[in-house]
């Protein structure tokens, strides 16, 4: 009797992720409702027990390095849990890498960062070698010849892990070696250096400080050479079949993401292809940048919505205090306010989607780095509140919050962090004036909807902001497109909370703090997983 176990929530499994209002108009609004369906089909996947254990599994079996074979050989290889390639089986499959770059269907990219908001529900590590092959293939098609050889393969749906010569495999994999120990994201400090070879190709000689999923085919590599820094293309096997000299020199232990291996390899006489011409290393890049930042923004906002649903799950089923935990003010509060939090990243992430499927240039360039600053800087701080919701409980490991805690971070940091993200909004704002009119134009597409949201657009249009402004700036900006977007979109009750509390001044320091009065009850009951 003294273990009798009563008054605790049952595992959040048997639902389907894609059941998410939010997020299945966004995608309808966006260009593609036909993949409703598949997004369905992928939901009530990822809200299954076995998924949820391969995630599991694939961080706590975490991935080993194997310098050298059992004979001495040097191989550089490393070996993964089963469940990690069980999760990025599902991935591949699903065209969440390349895919859209071959799908002719209007919306293609707005399906598929539908997908990764579903299924990285389930476990983010795996991600980041299908974010990395999915942003490639703008970078490659700066080389015709190297973009015909790869690209329909890095855009196939088929998983095929292993080291061989990648034109002879069913599908590849990308990664990218940008940044070094001296130089993090100021990649003009790099000094991997890249000589020209006399039958047209390079070598390279230097060392990586940060390349994630080394097991990958393919990796663009910024190297300086002759005119300046150049982007290069980097196989792991030759076309004869040889190793490529790619030697990791160990992984990195990190905080989080420790399902995939991030690792620090090193070039000497490695062979190389020039993508984008000598001296073009960062213009060649960019539009990578660019779908990398996208797929943080779309990640932030995942992690956001798993850690919502698990706690509005528990207070739904916990009691204390005579009633359950969502039936009392205080705690429908805190999930009415992580819930409009999510809400606000869902549709912008689906936004910034809709904006590469209709190649809303001026726009994307200013909004994809104001989302990436804002965006990814909440989902820490959501997590954390989500976490404590459950209580003691959440604390512990079997919840599942830990890993989505620690994982938290990680969006905020890769392809640039806050300050970047912020600098870069302000150059952008200062050069790039057709940018500012692009987003202007978006936010004020709610004009005379919201008194509160017209005010904010009123003051943002009258900031001169200097480099100290940068991150005040860059995070009004984003209260300002996400109240947009929420009072064009979102039910009522969502739009008026977010307005009075980010863009109105009634909210307080924490999360729980919406002014007297908020719908909380029809916001919660709008967010609970289905």
């Not at 409703?36 to 079996?61: I, Y």
Request: charged share 20%; with cysteine.
């Amino acid at each position: 009797m003294t273990h009798e176990v009563f008054n605790q929530a049952p595992p959040l499994v048997g639902y389907d992720v894609a059941a998410d209002a939010a997020l299945l108009a966004a995608v309808a609004r966006e260009g593609a409702p036909w993949a409703v369906g598949d997004l369905h089909r992928l939901g009530k996947l990822a809200g299954t027990a076995e998924p949820q254990r391969w995630a599991e599994e694939a961080n706590r079996h975490e991935p080993r390095l194997m310098t050298h074979d059992r004979y001495g050989h040097r191989v550089d290889e490393v070996d993964f849990h089963p469940s990690w390639h069980r999760l990025m089986e599902v991935a591949v499959a699903e065209g969440l890498a390349g895919a859209p770059w071959a799908d002719t269907r209007p919306g293609a990219h707005v399906a598929r960062a539908a997908g990764v908001f579903v299924w990285s529900q389930v476990e983010a590590g795996h991600i980041c070698p299908i974010s990395m092959t999915y942003a490639v293939v703008p970078a490659l098609r700066h080389d015709a010849q190297l973009s015909a050889l790869y690209e329909p393969l890095l855009a196939a749906t088929a998983y095929d892990p292993g080291l061989r010569v990648p034109a002879t495999k069913r599908g590849l994999l990308a990664g990218m070696g940008m940044t070094e120990k001296q130089g993090g994201s100021d990649v003009r400090a790099n000094t991997t250096k890249a000589v020209r070879s006399s039958d047209g190709t390079y070598r390279l000689t230097g060392h990586k400080w940060f390349t994630s999923a080394p097991m990958s085919d393919l990796f663009l590599v910024l190297a300086q050479a002759p005119q300046g820094l150049s982007c290069f293309l980097v196989p792991r096997v030759l076309p004869d079949g040889t190793r490529n000299t790619f030697r990791i020199q160990r992984l990195k232990d990190k905080l989080g993401n420790r399902s995939n291996a991030s690792s620090e390899p090193e070039f000497q006489d490695t062979v190389a292809w020039l993508v984008g011409g000598e001296g073009r290393g960062v213009r060649t890049i960019i539009e990578m940048v660019a779908m990398t930042r996208l797929d943080c923004v779309t990640g932030s906002a995942s992690g956001m919505r798993a850690a919502l649903s698990q706690a509005v799950h528990h207070a739904r089923h916990r009691s204390a205090f005579g009633g359950p935990l969502a039936g009392k003010p205080v705690m429908r509060n805190v999930l009415a306010d992580l819930a409009i939090e999510s809400e606000a990243a869902t549709l912008l992430a689906l936004r910034l989607a809709g904006a590469v499927d209709r190649g809303e240039q001026a726009f994307k360039r200013l909004a994809i780095a104001v989302g990436k600053f804002w965006v990814c800087k909440r989902q820490p701080v959501v997590v954390g509140e989500a976490l404590e919701c459950l209580g003691g409980n959440g604390y512990v490991e079997d919840s599942g919050l830990p890993r989505l805690y620690r994982d938290a971070p990680l969006n905020s940091i890769w392809e640039g962090s806050g300050n970047v993200q912020a600098l870069d909004v302000l150059r952008t704002l200062h050069k790039e004036p057709d940018a500012l009119a692009a987003f202007l134009a978006e936010a004020e597409t709610a004009a005379g909807a919201d008194r509160r949201l017209d005010a904010a657009i009123r003051q943002l249009k009258g900031e001169r902001p200097a480099e100290e402004d940068a991150r005040r700036v860059a995070e009004r900006m984003a209260l300002v497109l996400q109240g947009s977007l929420l009072v064009r979109h979102a039910p009522a009750e969502v739009a008026d909370a977010f307005c009075a509390s980010r863009l109105g001044g009634e909210w307080g320091h924490t999360f729980g703090t919406l002014p007297r009065g908020t719908a909380t009850a029809a916001i919660v009951d709008r967010a609970a997983p289905a």
